[in-house]
């Protein structure tokens, strides 16, 4: 099922996409269901059914294209978590762009950095351009796994039976700021505010199948671009997106598994000649 957040007059609603692409909000489809994602999620596998077999027959909400869409999660407990150099052909095309001293041949294990509570918008909202710091704005869009079932230290292996479901993520990031400033720490040029904008809505993990062989598509001033599918691009082992291994996750918690190709799936500073960026998830 596809489950969404807009803003409704009375605040925002958690809801189903129904198959008229009309929204539903849940709290009037489920008796005692939340009106918000993060409680719909903390709720569990019980309620996830009751509203997964009422969203089977569920018509005649408010059309998609009349409202605002936010975030599925508009405001997170704790900043985004996000993998880079998780694709083999990402981090080769990555390389004339480094820093000095980053690493010219793919690291064992994939880099991590977070992105900021602030930094997330919803589906076609707009990007803050950073052109008083620097007009280094660049974009990776990428696939983001929903945490459903909570967990301390998931083995890889078991990372994708605690997703909920999947959205789509776009990586904005002031890419100076991210490699030269500060030691080379990612976080502030991956962090600034509007920088993760998410949606249109999440697919739940059920429906959406083996989320490995995704493609997902790209928009630049030029117009769509396409084929920014993992299975055709060098996938590394540690792609499940969801940081195995480490620490716990809560229901709502969000990780990025990174970009697969740069220059088809985002990334376009690293296009001749740049292309700009339109902010849409």
Partial sequence: MRLATFQS????????????ETLVP???????????????????????????AAASSARGGTPVRTVRLLAPIPRPRRN?????????EHFEEGKSMRAAGAPQD???????????PNAV?????????SGHVSPQLDWEVELAAIIGASGRDIPESEALKH????????????????????GGQWFKGKSFDTSCPLGPWIVTADELGDQRDLGRDGLGAGGRDHDGHPARRGRRPQATGVPAGWGRYGGGDRADRGAPQRHRAG?????????????RA
């Fill in 9 to 20: 007059p009375t605040g925002p609603q958690a809801a189903v996409v129904a198959s008229d």
């Fill in 26 to 52: 849940v709290a009037g489809l489920v008796a005692g269901a939340p009106s918000d994602m993060l409680g719909l999620i903390d709720a569990g596998p019980g309620l996830w059914d009751r509203i997964r």
């Fill in 80 to 88: 985004v978590l996000c993998v880079g150099w998780n694709y083999v």
């Fill in 106 to 116: 793919m690291p064992k294990h994939p880099a991590f950095f977070s992105k900021q």
């Fill in 121 to 129: 918008i919803g589906h076609g909202a707009e990007v803050w351009y």
């Fill in 163 to 182: 997703v909920f479901g999947y959205t789509v993520g776009n990586d904005v990031s002031v890419r100076d700021v991210q490699r030269d400033w500060h």
């Fill in 267 to 279: 990334a376009y500073a690293g296009v001749t000649p740049p292309t700009s960026v339109i902010a």
